[in-house]
């Protein structure tokens, strides 16, 4: 089996995997990084989307020798760890606004909700529904979801919240 060095959370991590085993597989199995969940297993359902080079991408259906140069953020990523530890304002809306319920597909729907604020300072409610299209929340909780993304959205325009 090849070795690949990849850059996750900002870390350069060496791991040793078969070049068709996915990047979902190397996290959970070989990184331990349980956050990102497996869902369909298809790339469809969106509860395994991680960020690459800060799009939005379903691990599931990515192969490991794919991304070598790529920077990947798994949900572990997100928050500021040390003396300073603090929730992202994303991570901070959707405790806020309840936006789970059996949370399986929470740092899927975060992962995407990052992106698109990045992208998009202050987005309407068509443009997170369009944008947040594929990730799917079998509990139905998408208002709250959306929610979460308006506060986010507000804070980080307001400056609330960094």
């Known amino acids: 089996?090849?070795?690949?060095?990849?850059?996750?959370?900002?870390?350069?991590?060496?791991?040793?995997?078969?070049?068709?085993?996915?990047?979902?597989?190397?996290?959970?199995?070989?990184?331990e990084l349980t956050g990102t969940k497996y869902g369909c297993g298809e790339g469809q359902c969106g509860a395994c989307t991680v960020l690459m080079d800060g799009t939005p991408t379903r691990s599931c259906s990515l192969p490991v020798s794919g991304i070598a140069a790529a920077k990947i953020t798994t949900i572990e990523g997100l928050a500021q760890e040390g003396p300073h530890a603090a929730l992202t304002p994303m991570q901070q809306a959707f405790l806020e606004e309840g936006a789970f319920q059996c949370g399986y597909c929470t740092s899927g729907m975060i992962m995407s909700?990052?992106?698109?604020?990045?992208?998009?300072?202050?987005?309407?409610?068509?443009?997170?529904?369009?944008?947040?299209?594929?990730?799917?929340?079998?509990?139905?909780?998408?208002?709250?979801i959306l929610a979460a993304i308006q506060r986010a959205a507000r804070q980080t325009v307001s400056g609330g919240a960094k």
């Not at 990849?6 to 990184?31: F, M, Q, Y």
């Open 1 to 31: 089996m090849p070795d690949y060095v990849l850059n996750i959370n900002g870390t350069r991590l060496k791991v040793t995997a078969p070049e068709d085993e996915t990047l979902l597989s190397v996290l959970r199995n070989r990184l």
């Open 113 to 144: 909700a990052t992106a698109l604020l990045r992208d998009t300072h202050n987005p309407n409610e068509s443009q997170i529904l369009a944008y947040m299209n594929g990730n799917v929340c079998r509990c139905g909780t998408y208002p709250r």
